[in-house]
């Protein structure tokens, strides 16, 4: 088992550049989350997929912030244009839509917007 | 205000000691309560799950403790090892796909 897979480890950008997170699932698991993480915030769910279809978006911070879902196997987070206030670690998770509601989590994506 | 408390803020022990990590949330109502390790640069690693009903569970020399009456659960880490060294997040989890974080405790063990 590969585990969540998460791409780039590392993205070093320009303000108002556009990001691109990419996040590919432990296969067999329906529900998939993004997550930001920041010294000063913690961990926060930015957006919750439940079998491809996206349940929750209340926590993506504004417009700048979309994300996609195409199939099974493949999740996008889209920053566009990007600022240095986005500069944190970005999580993917996904798992199983059960009564524990396990998430495994992915190595992240460590974000600088210079 | 965050539903998940978590004390210390940060420790360091010395190898081959014990700790306890503890954590109070308010979440309710309330589903299960899961204890994760962040190694540095990593994601967040399941550690233990307790649902309303169990009191105690350990995984290895990981033993977590819940008491749902005072809302209140604590990580105790025995023998501790310089692998030990990582951020311990408490999260709690209600009647939806939601988790409530806490801030972590950022364990340092020193040889």
């Known amino acids: 088992d590969a585990g969540v897979i998460q791409s780039p480890r590392h993205e070093v950008t320009e303000m108002g550049q556009e990001v691109t997170l990419r996040c590919k699932p432990i296969s067999g698991h329906n529900s998939l989350f993004w997550y930001r993480q920041t010294m000063m915030r913690g961990l926060e769910l930015l957006i919750y997929?439940?079998?491809?279809?996206?349940?929750?978006d209340s926590g993506m911070p504004e417009d700048r912030f979309s994300a996609k879902m195409p199939n099974a196997s493949f999740s996008t987070l889209k920053i566009q244009p990007s600022e240095p206030r986005d500069s944190a670690v970005y999580f993917c998770?996904?798992?199983?839509?059960?009564?524990?509601?396990?998430?495994?989590f992915g190595p992240g994506t460590r974000l600088t917007v210079l | 205000k965050n539903q998940v408390e978590q004390s210390p803020q940060s420790l360091i022990i010395l190898e081959g000691k014990n700790c306890t990590l503890q954590c109070n949330y308010t979440v309710s109502p309330f589903s299960n309560l899961r204890w994760y390790k962040q190694d540095t640069g990593r994601g967040p690693v399941s550690l233990t799950i307790?649902?309303?009903?169990?009191n105690t569970k350990s995984n290895g020399r990981y033993t977590a403790t819940l008491d749902a009456d005072t809302k209140q659960s604590s990580l105790h880490i025995t023998a501790s090892q310089l692998s030990d060294s990582a951020s311990y997040i408490c999260?709690?989890?209600?009647?939806?796909?939601?988790?409530?974080f806490g801030a972590g405790t950022t364990v340092t063990v020193r040889a």
């Open positions: 999260v709690v989890r209600g009647n939806d796909y939601k988790l409530s």
């Open positions: 307790m649902t309303f009903s169990e």
């Open positions: 997929f439940n079998n491809n279809v996206p349940i929750d």
């Open positions: 998770a996904s798992g199983r839509a059960s009564s524990y509601n396990e998430q495994f």
